[in-house]
């Protein structure tokens, strides 16, 4: 943390209990809170046709083939990005989109790069394109802002022929039912193949970050840092693979680099479920700073240990990897269904629960928990570059009351002198430092920080806090090419 950044207070949260109930079988629960997170369901997304000039009498043009893949591509990448706007995640709107399987895999790694820049890069484009438009599209016009996004983007970044990305910005407006439209996304693409290079230099990644993100990060961090940060996240990230056994033969076999020997890291392009091994469950697709946390809990074979809010299940596979007897825990069913046939496809096999972590009560205490928690994940923006628009600063402090919840609920599960490790991949302290020191002055010196050494950390070191705990931030890595963010830290029950 940057030492010049103003210390908050930590957070005003329910006094921790540490006298848990137990079941009929002895088991300790824990604190609990009716609390309970809100969700709110997705609006449907698309614009009503502009009907105004169509003619019934007129034949369709003919395409040529080519013209049509490409308008299908950018078609495509249009609903998806509608999808995003109204609320969906981008990794489930992909899933969800039919079209583009019928895709070549050139067409699909193309949708998937110009959703993506779109994302991380709308802020510079929306700063250069705005100067340009009297009056923004909105109401329910306001998706044609996206074809703008999209049509900026391949000229000035993806460097799409000027041609092409001008006529598919301007057809796209056409069939998208913004007809009307038209005239205005012609005018615009053409001034910026003349302008848009120089103004793209006026931008910098920083101004792709939502003013509440920005606001914290300079607080927390810097300025330089945030910089930092914002210059990172627009990066796509490598692929980082998790060996099921013998990483070093694995990373010859992908030719892959094997990082703290542990991680396999290589080149992303494409579906990685394609590359060697991985429909023999040889391996598992994990951040390098998100396989941290499980090795933190030191040798577990033999042990019965709770992977809480485990779905998709690369820690899961750890903690099994390692031996452990696993409790794997999430609340939804189509994540623990996720879970199951991931841990299907490498042969592995734990205790599955699909349950509300806050009400969950273990039959008997058990030596050690993990629990990557559920956050803003604002320590992923290179992977999931849709957080930049989808979080709400408000979301921070519903995600603090169910951190807090789990948490405190999850300690009294443990024997004593059992550990859980914490985790988020959040860039916020409010869900990391400062959570963890809320939950250590409630304990009253029942629950204490077990420091985490430089040994266990690995190439982490760097990251090691003053308390013993570890804060990754993703441009300290730059030199293997980055991480995701991630906070962590060790926790011993002493009764």
């Known amino acids: 943390m940057n030492d010049d950044a103003p210390q908050k207070a930590a957070p005003e949260l329910p006094t921790l209990k540490l006298k848990p109930k137990t079941n009929k079988t002895g088991a300790k629960t824990g604190v609990k809170s009716g609390a309970k997170p809100r969700s709110k369901p997705m609006a449907k997304h698309g614009a009503k046709p502009d009907t105004a000039k169509t003619k019934a009498h007129t034949k369709p043009k003919q395409e040529k083939p080519d013209t049509q893949s490409m308008l299908k591509s950018r078609q495509i990448c249009f609903e998806l990005l509608c999808a995003v706007e109204e609320g969906s995640q981008l990794d489930h709107a992909l899933k969800a989109q039919e079209d583009i399987s019928t895709l070549d895999d050139r067409d699909r790694r193309f949708v998937r790069l110009l959703a993506t820049t779109c994302l991380r890069r709308r802020g510079q484009i929306e700063k250069i394109i705005a100067p340009m438009i009297s009056r923004r599209p909105f109401g329910a016009q306001a998706h044609a802002n996206l074809i703008l996004l999209m049509g900026a983007v391949q000229l000035l970044i993806l460097k799409t022929g000027a041609h092409a990305a001008v006529d598919s910005t301007v057809e796209l407006m056409r069939q998208a039912g913004f007809e009307r439209l038209c005239g205005m996304a012609n005018a615009v693409m053409r001034r910026l193949t003349r302008e848009g290079d120089a103004r793209f230099e006026t931008t910098a990644p920083i101004d792709n970050l939502p003013d509440w993100l920005l606001q914290s990060w300079n607080e927390h961090w810097g300025h330089d840092t945030t910089s930092k940060l914002a210059d990172m996240a627009m990066n796509p990230p490598p692929l ?144 999931r570059p849709d957080i930049l628009g989808r979080r709400q600063p408000e979301d921070i402090e519903s995600l603090q009351n169910l951190q807090w919840e789990l948490t405190t609920t999850a300690l009294g599960w443990l024997k004593a002198g059992g550990r859980l490790v914490y985790a988020t991949c959040s860039l916020q302290p409010e869900e990391g430092e400062e959570m963890i020191a809320a939950i250590i002055e409630a304990g009253e010196d029942k629950i204490v920080i077990d420091p985490i050494t430089p040994a266990q950390a690995g190439i982490f070191a760097r990251s090691l806090t003053e308390a013993g705990t570890l804060r990754i931030l993703p441009h300290q890595y730059d030199d293997i090419g980055g991480v995701d963010g991630f906070f962590a830290a060790r926790l011993i029950a002493l009764v």
Request: net charge neutral; with cysteine; glycine share 10%.
């Open 240 to 383: 980082d693979i998790s060996a099921k056994a013998n990483p070093e033969a694995l990373a010859s076999k992908l030719e892959g680099e094997l990082i703290d020997n542990y991680t396999i890291r290589r080149a992303f392009d494409g579906d990685p479920s394609r590359l060697a091994g991985f429909a023999d469950g040889e391996w598992w697709v994990q951040d390098a700073a998100a396989a941290l946390p499980a090795r933190l809990l030191g040798d577990i074979a033999g042990k019965d240990v709770i992977d809480l809010c485990a779905a998709p299940g690369g820690k899961t596979a750890q903690l099994v990897a390692a031996g452990a007897n696993v409790t794997a825990i999430d609340s939804g069913r189509k994540r623990v269904d996720r879970l199951r046939r991931n841990l299907g496809r490498l042969g592995m096999k734990a205790t599955l629960k699909q349950a509300d972590g806050r009400q969950f009560v273990p039959d008997l205490p058990v030596d050690a928990i993990l629990l990557d928690a559920p956050c803003s994940a604002t320590g992923t923006l290179r992977r």
